[in-house]
């Protein structure tokens, strides 16, 4: 079955510099994939969709690459600030013309001043 | 538009006793999904709705059931309610894509 794999430990860095978060999935081939964010008590917010033909997104201090090769992906955000803390998904589709998606376990990021 | 809304927004209930969730999607969406929450599992998928029919169904025992209605509007039911079943339940609605997904603010369930 898929599995996805996030960094289950927090990352915290400083303000200013560039949060990278990593992705890994197996046995599986996903039409794309896409990065949420979520804060505590709130339902996952949206951020980036990248599809398996494309190898990077970007999307203001946001930028995805998408590795079908590797079977990863990297979120990263430019110049950091403290409203970005918060759990970052990664998610893949889970079938063509659905809703559905599977998820990682997500990485806490902490970014302090 | 108005977001995807869920209600209740908190709901203890004890051992054995059934739940009720509903959740309004975007108005236009005519997907539902439907997710559980867990500190140790994580996000995992319960089941997805499409005009009034189920499409996809995540690997969740029975007790867990699911209808939408022809406004697209959807509840998920839990029976006989288990200790372990306290999660998030978090509804998410599709547009025409139904690539991306949006979340509603979820449902706290706490069983005692």
């Known amino acids: 079955s898929q599995k996805i794999e996030q960094n289950s430990e927090a990352l915290n860095i400083q303000e200013g510099k560039t949060a990278t978060l990593t992705c890994n999935y197996t046995n599986y081939s996903p039409a794309y994939l896409q990065w949420y964010r979520q804060d505590p008590g709130r339902g996952p917010v949206f951020l980036l969709l990248?599809?398996?033909?494309?190898k990077e997104k970007r999307k203001e201090r946001l930028k995805v690459t998408f590795d079908t090769t590797l079977k990863q992906s990297l979120f990263h955000i430019t110049a950091s600030q403290p409203a970005d803390s918060a759990t970052y998904l990664c998610?893949?589709?889970?079938?063509?013309?659905?809703?559905?998606?599977?998820f990682g376990q997500g990485t806490t990021l902490q970014v302090k001043p | 538009k108005a977001g995807v809304t869920q209600t209740p927004r908190y709901l203890i209930k004890t051992r054995g006793q059934q739940v009720t969730l509903s959740c309004s999607p975007i108005?236009?969406?005519?997907?539902v999904s439907w997710y559980q929450q867990t500190p140790g599992q994580g996000l995992q998928f319960l089941f997805e709705y499409f005009s009034e029919t189920q499409r996809n169904k995540g690997n969740f025992p029975g007790r867990f059931s699911g209808r939408q209605f022809s406004n697209s509007r959807s509840e998920m039911n839990v029976s006989t309610l288990e200790l372990g079943d306290s999660a998030l339940y978090l509804c998410a609605s599709g547009g025409l894509a139904e690539e991306t997904q949006y979340f509603g603010p979820g449902t706290r369930l706490l069983v005692l």
């Open positions: 108005s236009g969406h005519r997907s």
């Open positions: 998610a893949l589709e889970g079938g063509s013309n659905t809703g559905k998606l599977i």
């Open positions: 990248i599809r398996e033909n494309e």
